[in-house]
């Protein structure tokens, strides 16, 4: 699930028991004033260019439902994140693929220009499940804006990448970006997560919400992350380690993986993952076989970057699968 494998850092309880007795509340808005005013701080933007979500998840739904309001088509990069596939199927929204390319899973610019125009882009930056930056420049995204009706850019491992278009999101009228605290953060359970835009566009997506999404001890959770970042910071810098690390051994049991900007990496295996994936769940460890939702990667497992010795386990298991597949 690609999540953190660290606790959240202590000041998140402490902020959390403060805040339990006002459930009674909707909204406490000394809270939400200092949250939004941290996450300013952090993000680099205005606090009217932010707007919290129930996770970037939430955010995912809004846009399905913004183009299923304006019945326009979502062009995606294929493939990508299996959520929007399934919502969009569920919603009745049409998808228009843009395939990335080759073992590096390269993305064609042009390709993706000639399918947005007037339609909805969905690009997830770093990629999910493939954990490359599929957009590093911003030219680029200028063009994309120019003949898309919208632009939005899922950065929920920006954390991991340093790769952000935040500015670009503010000063273009049409593109959001959308981040989660899930991950670096340490807080998927808080379910919590915020875009960056224009304010039109912000106000745009609003009138899709019924409100007061984020729940008070989300929004305290939050508050104790970002005054947190040193914890934040660490957890970053011990994923990465293991994370680098374990592509070097995964390349020696036969399974490359390209690299991940991301807590998480994509090896392929010589075998369909599906009997590698029964084997290693036998010994406790689950991973994700992406066959299920897309046909040419069947041969391809994706695994959480957890500690190291967590990871030590999963390729002790792995050999061992591989062997009985």
């Not at 028991?17 to 701080?41: F, H, I, K, M, P």
């Not at 088509?73 to 399934?86: D, I, K």
């Not at 009228?173 to 566009?201: D, E, H, Q």
């Not at 970042?229 to 994370?243: G, L």
Request: with cysteine.
């Amino acid at each position: 699930m690609n999540e953190s494998p660290y606790p959240p850092p202590p000041l998140v309880s402490e902020l959390v028991s403060r805040y339990a007795g006002l459930l009674n509340l909707y909204e406490v808005e000394e809270l939400e004033e200092q949250l939004l005013d941290e996450l300013s701080a952090y993000a680099g933007v205005e606090r009217e260019n932010l707007d919290l979500y129930a996770g970037s998840s939430e955010a995912l739904l809004v846009m399905l439902a913004l183009a299923k309001a304006l019945g326009l088509e979502l062009v995606v990069a294929h493939p990508t994140f299996f959520l929007v596939y399934e919502l969009a199927r569920s919603l009745g929204v049409r998808l228009v693929p843009v395939r990335l390319r080759g073992p590096e899973f390269s993305l064609d610019g042009e390709e993706l220009l000639k399918a947005a125009g007037g339609r909805l882009v969905y690009l997830a930056n770093p990629n999910n499940p493939t954990g490359n930056i599929v957009l590093r420049d911003g030219d680029p995204l200028a063009r994309l804006a120019k003949r898309a009706r919208m632009v939005f850019l899922d950065e929920a491992y920006y954390e991991f990448s340093g790769v952000t278009f935040k500015d670009a999101a503010v000063e273009l009228g049409n593109v959001v970006v959308l981040r989660s605290l899930s991950k670096a953060f340490c807080l998927a359970g808080a379910r919590i997560g915020y875009t960056i835009s224009s304010m039109r566009a912000k106000e745009l997506l609003a009138r899709l919400r019924p409100g007061y999404e984020v729940s008070l001890l989300s929004q305290a959770a939050a508050l104790g992350a970002l005054r947190s970042m040193d914890h934040v910071r660490s957890v970053v810098r011990r994923i990465v380690e293991v994370r680098e690390w374990l592509r070097k051994e995964l390349l020696k049991l036969g399974a490359p993986t390209p690299e991940s900007s991301t807590n998480f990496v994509l090896a392929r295996l010589e075998q369909p993952c599906d009997a590698v994936s029964r084997a290693l769940e036998e010994e406790g460890i689950l991973v994700t076989c992406l066959g299920r939702w897309f046909e040419e990667l069947s041969h391809h497992v994706r695994v959480t970057v957890g500690r190291r010795e967590d990871m030590e386990a999963f390729l002790r298991a792995l050999e061992a699968a591989l062997r009985k597949a």
